[in-house]
């Protein structure tokens, strides 16, 4: 048992920790808004994530097998959202400025993310049929899934926020804030660009 756990775990910290759509989000908004203001956004992908999986694991992952064309649209509405918070990213002002319409992504935004990032999809797809057993005990083994993605999801979340906020302190002029909202939109737009190859 404790195998399997080491082995969903390397697994999930490797697939939670390497950039991708939430960590750029994380990074940019913990530059934007500070570690405390980014918590809901981080408790969205750390509950939204599993939740997924969950959801995935009990079948709905047939229903995009059987009709791949709902998996096609959830794919260009996530390219569009995601293409959406880049732009988002690119407006954003130094991190003091405050704007007035400028706010982290709530908890219940960054959960509902989850369904149309492309990465959560190829991990969570990748997670199930790896970490099953033919004949076992398939709803624990999905649960077990769930819980240790959720507890490898939780540093790596903290350490991409943390990561902006450093970044946060190394902004010092208006120019430096636009080179990096910038890098950060960038890195957002790449990562759709990367799906489609």
Sequence with gaps: M?????????????AAVTPGPNNVMLTASGSAFGFIRTIPHQLGIIVGF???VFALGLGLGE????????????????AAYLLYLAWRIAQAGRPDSGKANARPLTFLEAAAFQWVNPKAWMIAVSALPAFTTVGGNYYAELLLICAVFTAVTIPS???WCLFGVGIRRLIRSPETARIVNLALAGLVALSIVLLFI
């Design 157 to 159: 979340v903290a350490v």
């Design 50 to 52: 599993p939740v997924m």
């Design 63 to 78: 229903i995009f097998t059987r009709y791949p064309q709902v998996h096609l649209a959830l794919k260009y509405i996530g």
């Design 2 to 14: 404790i195998d399997v756990v080491l082995a969903i775990a390397l697994f999930g910290f490797a």
